[in-house]
């Protein structure tokens, strides 16, 4: 038996993960935690053969979570899943020497494919996260203001609220908030935050 431990802080991805291992043989899924401190100590404890983390989770996120559990579990395979990324983000991962590195858009075959792949002893970044890893990078000027608005947006200030933190008025971040979707090319708060993330401004794991 593979025995498999998933964390992830969206329950849904856990269980399509857990659904489309299921079409293998010998499988045993030995635990599903939603953030990164619980899985740390079921690593711990339960040592799997491979646990497939999720990159954004509260506690701490799948590079901190992989980084100590090795210590304690050297021998699991660990698979990465990302849903937000930057080409930085995945070449990091590479670079820690995480066994396996997917986009969370891959497909049901492309993941267990990578799965089967990892725990025979390969080190596999799925293609979508190759792709990512050599696109160029998207060069978008802001100003130190625009900036600070835009960590604020990220972590889910309204325009008042992020007026009140930056001590400016809630006319000026509207002002800022707008500046930025036209640089970006975006009309929507969720576009102007994966454009950012895109583009290397923001990290995934800052957005609330």
Known sequence: MTRVLLADDHAFVSWGVAKAL????????????????????AIRKSKPDCAILDYNMPGANG????????????????????????????STLVEAGVHGVCLKDGTETEIVELFRQVCA????????????????AVSVALTERELAVLQAVARGHTNASAAETLGVSP????????NLMRKFGVNSTASLLLAAVNAGLLDPASIR
């Open 22 to 41: 299921s079409t293998l043989d010998g499988i045993d899924i030995v635990g599903s935690v939603t953030n990164g401190i619980e899985a740390i100590v």
């Open 63 to 90: 590079l901190e979570v992989f980084l100590e559990s090795k210590r304690w579990s050297p021998e699991t395979r660990f698979i990465l899943l990302t849903g937000t990324a930057t080409p930085q983000t995945i």
């Open 121 to 136: 002893g390969r080190t596999v970044v799925s293609a979508s996260a190759r792709r990512m890893m050599k696109a160029p």
């Open 171 to 178: 006319k000026t971040v509207d002002s800022h908030r707008t």
